[in-house]
């Protein structure tokens, strides 16, 4: 009867999961949906709580030091910072579904059915390279990791017998039941978690996030599988299917294939690829960059992730305010795949209350870019980088672009003469109509506004 | 049998998956990986129970481990979540 119930109510909050993640895919029912399917989540874990033969010392203890950490961190955290913290809930989620696979061994030692020792390997695997490949872009995305991606010579060999070794021994794990075989597996999945994401550049890191998004549900699936729970299996499975759909899209959304970000090295070749640049940088000063704004009537401004490293997003809005006041047409062009995640600038602009009619999106932007006087790009990089459209050497050919080079006059702000993140040298910089205005850009931002000012 | 209709239940649920997504705007994007990461914390449930049932020390251990990663990944997730979705909430209107 016990047992009855709570798989009824497992139902109810598989449904409240369908309909929430649905929820979040549009924006007028993104906030309620996140909150329908944390109800769906409430249920799940109290009604196992009643689960029969539990004892609650470590249950209690458990869920009072994991929600005291998660709350603070979710509060804590500047907008700037999100991507890195999904990326170490990710790892959390997975490396916990690891645990529930080898607690579930260590309870019946040795006398694991083939299909449970299986499933247990498979949650094992998957959480394990889940992980580390999720502290890996958590260290990358943080700065604490260079950017660049790390290669070396037979790596694909290598990682490829990696994989084979971890197949093999799970195999021979699940035929035998021998318990070194589990812990070879367990570190072996670490290792490959790391080994997979170095060899990937920063700049794909999002997608490397919802691709690791959706593993950790399908290790979740596995321990489902592990424990025999219903909930575990729809909920982990969901997350699984709905982030690799989401993956693909971020992929399109850069104009390449999922196979690529991931083995192609994407943005080691700096210096290599690509024709060489003509032209030279121009610097300007503040005091002459005012005055082309003061006389421009059509603004857009190009944010990237070094509007979020310098926190620029509140000065931005005032110098978009004042450039309003002055009679400019100010509007803000969002590139999919700007910042370090598929929408971070918006979350940065909607923090700083830039209103929402202001946001045009790529599309938009570039077809009224011929007509627009300055484009003022902030830390933004490869997203605006013409040798994605005329280049065919590039490395980033074929990715659509924010055509920011057909506007009148852009103005770059940026915090040295380096490439960008993805190790790539920005033709853009040196065209005939880009002014460089150098240094950090949120103080520059401030002294452009002081400028409308007096 | 039991097992079976487990596999067809998963099976199903991967498709309706790959159908409950389609056309996102970019900036739900983030909003959406990270709601359904937190979906994944899922695994919660598992590791109370492995908390709970684990005969041994060892066993209780990590399925302690389990529930305070779990845990983080379900409250932390959600919380995260709902901010980014606040703030996109308050322009415009």
Redesign the interface.
Known sequence: MQEMLINLAYIVASILFIFGIKMLGSADTARKGNLVSAIGMLIAVVVTLFEKGLSYEWIVAGLIVGTAIGAIAAKRVQMTGMPELVALFNGFGGLASLLVGWAEYTKDEGHLTPFTATVVVLAILIGGITFTGSMIAYLKLSGKMGGTPTLFPGQKVFNALVVLAMLGLGGYFIATGTEWALYAVIGLSLALGILGVIPIGGGDMPVVISLLNSFSGLAASAAGFVIFNTVLVVAGCLVGASGLILTVIMCKAMNRTLANVLFGGFGAASGKGGAEVEGEMKAMSVTDAYYVLEAANRVIFVPGYGMAVAQAQHAVKELGEVLEKNGAEVSYAIHPVAGRMPGHMNVLLAEADVPYEQLTEMDDANAIMPAVDVAIVIGANDVVNPAAAEDPSSPIYGMPIINVHEARTVFALKRGQGAGFSGLVNTLFFRENTRMIYGDAKATVNALVGQFKD | M??IS?LF??VL??????E?????????????????????????????????????L???I???????????????????????????????H
Not at chain 2, 70 to 88: H, K, P
């Open positions: 039991e097992l487990l239940t998963f649920a991967a498709f309706l998956g790959f409950l997504i389609q056309k996102v705007p970019s900036q739900l994007h983030t909003p959406l990986m990270s709601g359904s990461n937190a979906i994944s914390g899922i695994t919660m449930v598992g590791a109370i129970i492995a908390a709970g049932v684990a005969d041994g060892f066993g209780s990590l399925g302690f481990l389990a529930l305070v990663l779990a845990t983080i990944n379900v409250v932390g997730g959600y919380m995260v979540t709902d901010r980014m979705l606040g703030m996109f909430k308050k322009k415009g």
